[in-house]
């Protein structure tokens, strides 16, 4: 909701309020977003709070308002880039600096920079951000600080330790089918800018910096992104905001200029990458899920109606119809995905099975070993301690000075845990290729003893 918000107060401020009605429906129903707004991982909260630091800007530099309002705004800039930094570290201050930037050299108000109150909002940003990282250090000492930076943002910037490696291009199609229904809108919404020397209409005022700026929001994390040595596909949801805003710009202008082969082409072509994401999600989810592909087009099938929005729209020539009924195909496909797909697929996770219906068995203040198989989740399922081990530079003395009994690793790295900790182990559990064991003793029930 958070996000769908500050999406609109964006619309607002930069095109008007029914841009920004168009950009809420949108950010409503955009697959990545709203896929990952149930995710448990911390970069829908990282997106939503660089996007109020971003909007912050906007209103301070591209929004009406007497000075003294305009330095408000710019506080709030500042405070939504320290609660990114507490979300999800340095990105927190990257992701905004490098679209404002870009923006201010750009736009050639490099001079602005000194406008920004960097002393004031500085000290606002060390009020909020510096009392949980003086308090985690103060906790857990330089090790917090080197996993935190050196390790989680750093190396995983610059190295492949984290094995997620991809090409320059990865984020492309994650981006375009992450838009999904609006693909085509936010493609149609960067070629319009590009093609235009002017960067819009000269009878919109702001037009030509709104533009500018949400392409440097765009372009500028997208490039970001795609020279990092490790990829995922949420890394770029902090860019979704700004291609939202660019599809709904696009749609509000046909809305004004209607142009029939153009939103022919737009309401067929979505019709077509829909049947292409049916064909290909069939085949894939039901492999991945071991499920019947009856069962997948079911769940899938209320993408069905993004492809009778199209046939409507072929008769009734109303793109706000075709806007309805594509939205309301993305609601009824989530609703269906939430109630009958996700429970299946969370049932299908390993790490979740084993760590959380095995591990009642542990004495309290028992660690958990990681052997070469790590997941943010196995925190919070496990419920303890967890000790990453990696053969290739760790000792297993440590290991073994803990106490530590069970270890959650591959089938893959069974005869390999044997030979390091010189122990026998009894397999507890076994699922999708990963395996819980007890080391140093024999328990009751099927297991395989090694």
Known sequence: MGFVL???GLGVTLYGKRTALVAGVLASTALQPVVYSRAAVPDMLLSFFVAVSLYGFVRAFLGPGAPKQRRRWLYLMYAGSALAFLAKGPLGVILPGITVLAYLVLSGNTRKILSLSPVSGFLLFLLLAAPWYIYMTTLHG??????????????RYFTDKWQHPGPVYYFLPVVFAGSFPWSL????GLVKL????????????????????????FIGMLLFFSFSS?????????LYPAAILLAARCLDELMERSSPSRLLALSWGTSLITLALLATGVSILSRKLHEPPGTILLWLSPLGVIVVGAVVFHFKRSLKLWLVICSAGMCLLLAVVT?????????LQAVRTLSSENLDRLTPG?????????????LFYSKTRVIRFNPDTDSWEKVAATGARWVLTRDSELELLRRISGAGFDVIHRMGGKVLVLLGEKVGGPTNNY
């Open 230 to 238: 490790s990829k995922l596909p949420n890394y770029v949801l902090p």
């Open 6 to 8: 500050v999406t609109m």
């Open 366 to 378: 028992e660690p958990l070993v990681s052997f070469r198989v790590w997941a943010p989740s196995l």
């Open 194 to 217: 590009f093609r235009s020397a002017a960067w819009g209409s000269k009878n919109e005022k702001n037009f030509r910096h709104s533009g500018l700026f949400l392409l440097c929001w």
């Open 339 to 347: 109630g009958f797909a996700i429970p299946r697929i969370e049932s």
């Open 185 to 188: 809108c936010l493609c149609a």
């Open 142 to 155: 330089g090790a917090f600080l080197e996993e935190h930076f050196l390790q989680r943002n750093l190396q």
